[in-house]
């Protein structure tokens, strides 16, 4: 069974093709950040209008790349939510039209399930049931996976995503958007210890998180300095900035391992290619005997594969393929509406 996935939902445009036997067999990206960077952020028409230019391109990269032909592909997945309601527009458009050209039925994929799903794209894979810590620019979750289709939300944030603290933070101290990696190379330059910031629901005795109150905790410390901020000042702050967080997610990812009992935990998001988040955590899998598995970047961030293997997955698992031909989008749509362990 040869899938085609199609990923549209924020700033990046993702074309995959995956087989059922052989595995994924390509895949195309375009990430947009670069165009958004000029105004400090995500601009909700421009991506619709890129995604628009890119996605026959993209198909075209990503068929070539696998030696396919359109007429080969069995079904079409795409993520129908939760994203940008125009950018997903473009996705689902061009999924349901291709498929209503080929005759070919569609499987709309909640965004949320390809990332959770993306480790098993990896050579060395989790095996079912594992925590996952789902830190992104627009997510901050924990849940466990017991199978496809079983998704267990433990805990979230209350505002910000942890992407989100970061790149805000970092716009303080006045780098350019995203900030979130530049700001973690400039944590690896502050000393520790210099600030101390808070570490937001560390004892709310619960698995969710809140980083608004750290992002105005990083504000209040940059009011105190006097312009222009100096360079020993930034890095230490992003150093403080950075322990705080990571400190954070590194604790409630270890009380959900204790919480479930398991013994593998899977981090996905742009959040997980952090090093300080990465040495924490390794170090405790060894002092406590769990396992981290970080899925490559490429499919840790917003990619076609995780939609297509997503769509095979449920496919497999007996969810049925829909006939071509509807138009719709969830901007909103809470992972749990698609869970079977989600209606306690
Ligand atoms: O998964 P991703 O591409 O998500 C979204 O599309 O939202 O993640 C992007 C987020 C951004 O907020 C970015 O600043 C952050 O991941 N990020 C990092 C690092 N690299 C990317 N945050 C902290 N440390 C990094 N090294
Ligand atoms: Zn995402």
Redesign the pocket.
Known sequence: MLILGVES????TGIALYDSEAGLLSHALH?QVAMHAEYGGVVPELASRDHIRRVVPLLREAMARAGRRLGDVDAIAYTRGPGLSGALLVGCAFAEALALALGKPTIPVHHLEG?LLSPLLSANPPTFPFVALL?????TQLMRVSAVGEYELLGETLDD????A??KS?KLLGLPY????????LAEQGRSGVYELPRPMQHSGDLNFSFSGLKTAVLTLVREQHEPLSEAFKADAARAF?EAIVEVLVKKSLKALKQTGLKQLVV??????????RAMLDDEARRKRFRVYYPELEF???NGAMIALAGCLRLQAGTPAKPAGSFAVQPRWPLMDISVSGTQ
């Open positions: 939902s924020c700033d990046e990430s990332h830190v992104s620019g627009g997510h995503a942890a992407g989100e970061f790149d970092a995203p900030g979130g990696a530049l700001l973690s190379k950075q996905a998001g742009g959040v997980g290619a952090n090093r300080q988040l840790c961030t917003d």
